[in-house]
């Protein structure tokens, strides 16, 4: 069971830095900040409730969440679940950022059910208070921050979450480096209750509407020529000429969006190409058959063809570079990057089926749409106590 704690956060003076600009970057240099006073820490523990507004489907969309310290836990206990591969690279940066802070600077964002809103329910009087920040990124997004500190939710909050599993839905080699740090201070034996045993997690309700999946697409330097790879690609896909649409998103997503029977599909652009190509898994390619080493029932999830099926045969060995927004792939693959595709998003029954299944999809597979801002770091001290 999840263990969630208020804790004493860092958060922004607004008279002394540029609010929107700072949210939107990671924050670094916490001890200067701190001393300062461009970073102040509450002199009490609190839980942060954190609302996102931002369009989806050309309609404003509000995110409802939660900021709280989370017990950490390994993976192998299930209470709090990945669905992705973590980079170790990205782990080992992430573990040595913490030991460099001595602070969480970034969340682990992770959803829970909770179909009977009743997290939402206990922060209904909240909402109507004026917000600790209120600020709008350069995105467009607005974030709005509350600092809660009544015992009386914390009273709520800690039976309500106890019995719900944490999904991990963006932040996998946070969370690991999360880990890591803790097990370095283990000599230290830092009390149970210590905030060195608890991480940095922002929570949203899996039932929120706002909760937007975005896909990550994938620039490839070096895949080769069109020709070479759309051939090598045909064992296994039906390859569909786009014409004129290598700068088209919209087209490209409608060719997508056309595809028959949930089959898997996407999207491939080559430098120099003004045509754009459409390739579906043909129905009688098994990717596990074919080699592709996961679940049976996760097979034929985008992003396991895509990687596994598509982008290790046809540009074997090629490191890819990954990203959420379409447009910039266009442009890299303009500038002259050779191979870009353009992927869709899974949904979010789909990520918790991986986690429950205990599988992992490839590194790299999915991102949650808005970004969270970085409006409050939690400071690590095993000295300190959160209960």
Known sequence: ????????GALWDPSKVELAKVAAAPITGVAAHLASGALVRDKTRAVYLYHQTFEHERRPVTRKTVLAAVKLTPWDERTIRPHEATDPAARELAAKGIAAEHAHTEAVFAGYRDAAREVDRTFRKTEDEKPTVDVITADGTRHRVWRVTSAEIFGKL???FAPKKLHVLDGHARYEGMLAYQESLA??????YSSANYGLACMVNLEDPALVV???HHLVRGAGKREAVLDAAKQHFLVEKLAGAAKDIGQQHKALADTVAHQPAFVALFAGDPDAWKLTLSPDVSPTAAGVQIHRALQKYDPVVIQALFLARVAPGIPHETV???AAVIRAVQAGVELGVIARPLTIDQIVHVDELGQLLPFGSTAVYSPLANLVAYLVDPDEDLL
């Open 1 to 8: 069971m999840p263990q969630i704690a208020g804790f004493r």
């Open 158 to 160: 800690r039976p309500l």
């Open 187 to 192: 000599d230290k034996e830092p009390p149970m």
């Open 214 to 216: 975005a896909p990550r």
């Open 324 to 326: 959420t927004d379409a």
